[in-house]
């Protein structure tokens, strides 16, 4: 049984959708960030750095935090969503690490500046939409060629993205003039463990 403590995010719906996908049993905990039950000692003695998600896998007694770390994990463990093939394999892991080092935090700033910051600082929020809109040329010229960003088969390296493009359509960050990209993301949408990957722990309302 693997235990995920996890919330409502672009980083806590990839857990969920990798464990639907997987159909592993689970059992979910849902760490209320807005209550800041993530910085309590009972879940730091879990992830020092208080973020979720993370994952306990009991058969093993691994405890992973970091998102890409808990797909890897689990794509290794099943066998699934990362392919053996060497060259596709890597294809895979390229586009999760592209995911996590550009991606994801390029997008989170954007989120910040541009919604949650008291101050706005338009330098800021220029700075972060360009950056974004750059990633998103990247990923639109990948899927150009590709169906998923790994080549032909869904993957991990879907799923992280995805995490972050739901949310982006929630907070009405406009993608749709990067048809590829917003081709390959109703493509995702439409999995059936996306879907219910996606309401838990709830569903996100970017407020």
Avoid: C
């Amino acid at each position: 049984m693997i235990d995920l403590y996890t919330d409502s995010s672009p980083n806590g719906f990839k857990a969920t959708i990798a464990l639907e996908e997987l159909a592993l049993p689970y059992r979910l905990h849902h760490v209320r960030i807005d209550a800041n039950e993530h910085k309590q000692p009972q879940f730091l003695a879990l992830n020092p750095h208080g973020r979720i998600p993370v994952m306990k896998d009991n058969e093993t007694g691994i405890v992973l935090f970091e998102s890409a770390a808990i797909l890897l994990y689990l794509a290794e463990k099943t066998g699934q969503l990362l392919s053996n093939d060497h060259l596709q394999r890597w294809e895979t892991i390229k586009w999760l690490q592209f995911h996590s080092s550009s991606v994801g935090p390029i997008l989170g700033q954007r989120v910040h500046f541009e919604l949650f910051a008291q101050e706005k600082i338009p330098a800021a929020i220029e700075r972060y939409r360009r950056l974004v809109n750059d990633l998103f040329t990247v990923l639109d010229t990948r899927l150009a060629d590709h169906p998923y960003l790994a080549g032909q088969d869904y993957s991990i390296a879907d799923i992280a993205h995805f995490g972050w493009t739901h949310i982006a359509r929630i907070i009405d960050f406009d993608f749709s003039q990067y048809p590829h990209m917003s081709a390959w993301h109703e493509r995702v949408a439409q999995r059936p463990a996306v879907r219910k990957g996606i309401t838990l722990p709830e569903p996100a309302t970017g407020a």
